[in-house]
């Protein structure tokens, strides 16, 4: 079996390349009639085929108001975000960039509408290992002006719903105050256009999930917000999941937490197994033998699925090798 690194990009899957012997008919090869199913005789040689990792698309969009040069903790609000997704070693986004693909979109405008261009975007295409070009964007960028969250959801949302294939389309809304609006850049009224646009992200396939820097957005609109971008009822019964944050590690828990809920263990077969074949597979994760039904299994007859402590330490921002074999009768 040939082993490739996965993160970040393509697992190769070790399957049996088939080459067919004449069907034997009626006859066991000793004269007595068979009495077993009209199998094929098999010759095998194995071969790589590529197996491609089903990563989710996350949108980093960032608040990036004049209050977010407050102090948190000995750091400005905007330091903080920063130093937790790009810090190198530790930030969200340096270790896990390998398995998810990021993108970046700063968000301001210059006096709403009135100012020109609004929502003001300073972005960075999705993509894996993506922490350099993200970096050299949002390093040099400092707080600027108003708060157009919902303008700016509608915004990456359109884009997100343009890339093709990867698995989920997130975005995580970073703000330390109320929304305004492109039209109606003060006050800060502009939680309805928000919640709507989160709405419709979600109708479009696009959850949206939500952190306060500081204590400033009021845990009324942070549960609308959490509602509205998992598709749940805002004012209903069910609660989805928001996040305060108050100091630096309350960020790092935060981004960490939304990001390990979104990520994929996952991977696209380029062909196909025999479903009713699949337990005949052999599935290592850095050579060491997995279990089929416990730590891997396969969905359908090209998404192979690593499962319970596998899935964990495939997502745990190291590199692994994995593996995968099955016998010819199951190749389609």
């Given at each position: 079996m040939a082993e490739a690194r996965i993160l970040p990009a393509l697992l190769m899957l070790s399957l049996?390349?088939?080459n067919e012997s004449p069907a034997r008919h009626g006859s066991d090869g000793t004269g007595n009639a068979d009495t077993g199913p009209r199998v094929d005789t098999k010759i095998c040689a194995e071969v790589n085929v590529d197996l491609d990792q089903i990563y989710p698309y996350v949108t980093l969009l960032i608040?990036?108001?004049t209050s977010m040069e407050q102090d948190f903790g000995g750091v400005s609000r905007w330091q903080a975000v920063y130093d937790t997704l790009m810090a190198s070693g530790t930030g969200v986004v340096h270790k896990l960039q390998g398995s998810v693909a990021f993108g970046l979109a700063l968000y301001t405008s210059h006096g709403g509408s009135a100012g020109g261009t609004c929502p003001v975007i300073t972005g960075v295409n999705h993509a894996l290992n993506?922490?350099?070009?993200?970096?050299?964007?949002?390093?040099?960028a400092a707080p600027d002006d108003e708060t157009p969250t919902g303008d700016s959801i509608d915004v990456?949302?359109?884009?997100?719903?343009?890339?093709?294939?990867?698995?989920?389309r997130v975005i995580v809304l970073a703000t330390d105050g109320e929304p305004d609006t492109c039209a109606r850049p003060n006050p800060q009224d502009g939680q309805p256009e928000a919640i709507a646009a989160a709405q419709k992200a979600f109708t479009a396939g696009i959850q949206t999930y939500i952190i306060?820097?500081?204590n400033d957005v009021s845990d009324g609109h942070l549960q609308d917000m959490a509602n509205a971008g998992a598709g749940l009822a805002v004012g209903g019964a069910t609660?989805?999941?928001?996040?305060?944050?108050?100091?630096?590690?309350?960020?790092?828990?935060?981004f960490s937490k939304i990001i390990h809920t979104v990520q994929d263990c996952r991977f696209a077969l380029k062909g196909s197994i025999n479903i009713a074949f699949a337990g005949q597979g052999t599935v290592k994760l850095d050579g060491k033998l997995l279990a089929f039904g416990t730590q891997w299994r396969l969905i359908d007859d090209?998404?192979?699925e690593l499962l319970g402590d596998?899935?964990?330490?495939?997502?745990?921002?190291?590199?692994?090798?994995v593996s995968a074999a099955w016998p010819c009768i199951a190749i389609e």
């Amino acid at each position: 079996m040939a082993e490739a690194r996965i993160l970040p990009a393509l697992l190769m899957l070790s399957l049996a390349a088939c080459n067919e012997s004449p069907a034997r008919h009626g006859s066991d090869g000793t004269g007595n009639a068979d009495t077993g199913p009209r199998v094929d005789t098999k010759i095998c040689a194995e071969v790589n085929v590529d197996l491609d990792q089903i990563y989710p698309y996350v949108t980093l969009l960032i608040d990036q108001s004049t209050s977010m040069e407050q102090d948190f903790g000995g750091v400005s609000r905007w330091q903080a975000v920063y130093d937790t997704l790009m810090a190198s070693g530790t930030g969200v986004v340096h270790k896990l960039q390998g398995s998810v693909a990021f993108g970046l979109a700063l968000y301001t405008s210059h006096g709403g509408s009135a100012g020109g261009t609004c929502p003001v975007i300073t972005g960075v295409n999705h993509a894996l290992n993506n922490h350099p070009a993200i970096d050299a964007v949002y390093a040099p960028a400092a707080p600027d002006d108003e708060t157009p969250t919902g303008d700016s959801i509608d915004v990456e949302a359109a884009k997100l719903k343009q890339l093709a294939g990867g698995g989920a389309r997130v975005i995580v809304l970073a703000t330390d105050g109320e929304p305004d609006t492109c039209a109606r850049p003060n006050p800060q009224d502009g939680q309805p256009e928000a919640i709507a646009a989160a709405q419709k992200a979600f109708t479009a396939g696009i959850q949206t999930y939500i952190i306060s820097v500081g204590n400033d957005v009021s845990d009324g609109h942070l549960q609308d917000m959490a509602n509205a971008g998992a598709g749940l009822a805002v004012g209903g019964a069910t609660n989805a999941p928001f996040y305060r944050a108050l100091k630096p590690d309350d960020l790092v828990q935060a981004f960490s937490k939304i990001i390990h809920t979104v990520q994929d263990c996952r991977f696209a077969l380029k062909g196909s197994i025999n479903i009713a074949f699949a337990g005949q597979g052999t599935v290592k994760l850095d050579g060491k033998l997995l279990a089929f039904g416990t730590q891997w299994r396969l969905i359908d007859d090209h998404t192979l699925e690593l499962l319970g402590d596998a899935c964990t330490t495939l997502l745990d921002g190291s590199k692994h090798a994995v593996s995968a074999a099955w016998p010819c009768i199951a190749i389609e």
